[in-house]
């Protein structure tokens, strides 16, 4: 049984670009959610994927958008990129509607510049 | 609005002693909350988690406590080791909404 799988490790953009992230969820698990955690501070809720749609979102700007697959994978995609938004993704999956909890990703550590 | 924040930033031990690492909530409705613990480059790692109608949990060295009443979780590492120093996130969910909600995490310090 593989964990989650998150890719790049580590990126660095320039203000005004956009940026991919991509997340592997662990075997069994159906849903994906994506945090951003600036340093210093603890993880804040991007959005959730569920069946390919998102079914819950936090308090981020319509910029920042995903995608799951039918593998349950997904991608974290911004757009026009802000220094603030200098984080490192995570990436956690479960299996929706049971007990099992969340399992994260190292993450990607995202630079901008 | 919602918040779940720590007491302490920076809590030092030394090898051996027994740590409490202290929560506060305010979210009253939360009915699930889990403690993590962040390595430096790694993600959140599930340590453990206790649902709203126990007020105890004990697992291997650690233990959580809930007080509804004041609103606030402890998590208790019996023994501390040097492999135990992390920053220690606690986090809240509520039945039916999709995110945990984090606190800014308390840095734990095991001198050996």
């Known amino acids: 049984e593989t964990g989650v799988t998150q890719s790049p490790t580590h990126l660095i953009k320039t203000r005004g670009q956009q940026v991919t992230l991509r997340c592997s969820s662990q075997?069994?698990?159906?849903?994906v959610s994506w945090y951003q955690q600036a340093l210093g501070q603890g993880p804040q809720f991007i959005f959730q994927?569920?069946?390919?749609?998102?079914?819950g979102r936090g308090n981020f700007p319509p910029r920042f958008s995903g995608l799951q697959f039918p593998n349950y994978s997904s991608e974290l995609n911004v757009n026009a990129l802000e220094l603030d938004d200098s984080a490192l993704y995570l990436c956690?999956?479960?299996?929706?509607?049971?007990?099992?909890?969340?399992?994260f990703g190292s993450g990607t550590r995202l630079t901008v510049v | 609005g919602e918040s779940v924040g720590l007491h302490l930033p920076t809590l030092s031990v030394q090898e051996g002693d027994n740590s409490i690492i202290n929560c506060a909530y305010s979210?009253?409705?939360?009915?699930?909350f889990i403690w993590y613990k962040q390595e430096s480059g790694k993600g959140p790692q599930f340590i453990i988690d206790?649902?709203?109608?126990?007020d105890k949990r004990q697992g291997q060295r650690v233990t959580v406590l809930l007080n509804k009443t004041v609103k606030h979780l402890s998590l208790q590492i019996a023994a501390t080791q040097p492999g135990d120093s992390a920053v220690y996130f606690c986090?809240?969910?509520?039945?039916?909404?999709?995110?945990?909600?984090f606190g800014t995490g308390t840095r734990l310090l095991v001198s050996p």
């Open positions: 979210n009253s409705a939360s009915d699930y």
């Open positions: 994927y569920y069946r390919e749609e998102e079914n």
């Open positions: 956690a999956s479960t299996l929706l509607m049971t007990r099992d909890g969340y399992t």
């Open positions: 206790i649902r709203s109608n126990m």
């Open positions: 075997s069994g698990h159906n849903t």
């Open positions: 986090a809240e969910k509520r039945e039916g909404f999709q995110k945990l909600v």
